[in-house]
Nanobody
Framework: QVQLAESGGGLVQAGGSLRLSCAAS?????MGWFRQAPGKERMFVAA????????YYADSVKGRFTVSRDNAKNTVYLAMNSLKPEDTAVYYC????????????????WGQGTQVTVSS
């Protein structure tokens, strides 16, 4: 089991940018970002493979968000640009026990989440 801690959330105006970080307590394999808006299910946002060479994005964020990782620091990042009010949610990072997955049920460890609020 790995402990995950997100940071970097906050309040930003539409069109602005934020970068989320997810620090892991140890080595991780495939990593993902998910988000949950009030009253809605937790949805997939982005995933990155264990080596960082492969990434995958939800259509709603493709071209605006970039996931990356620094394995020397056990940290994964989510750079978010051109933010929209509909991006408002609690963002969670998660660790899988496979090289890469976009399936929520295949993620075994989750962080506590960080709030991102985009004002119009």
């Amino acid at each position: 089991q790995v402990q995950l801690a997100e940071s970097g959330g906050g309040l930003v105006q539409a069109g602005g940018s934020l970068r989320l970080s997810c620090a892991a307590s140890g080595r991780t394999f495939g990593m993902g970002w998910f988000r949950q808006a009030p009253g809605k299910e937790r949805m997939f946002v982005a995933a990155i493979s264990s080596g960082g060479g492969a990434t995958y994005y939800a259509d709603s964020v493709k071209g605006r968000f970039t996931v990356s990782r620094d394995n020397a620091k056990n940290t994964v990042y989510l750079a978010m640009n051109s933010l929209k009010p509909e991006d408002t949610a609690v963002y969670y990072c998660a660790a899988a026990r496979t090289i890469m997955t976009i399936v929520r049920e295949e993620y075994s460890d989750w962080g506590q989440g960080t709030q991102v609020t985009v004002s119009s």
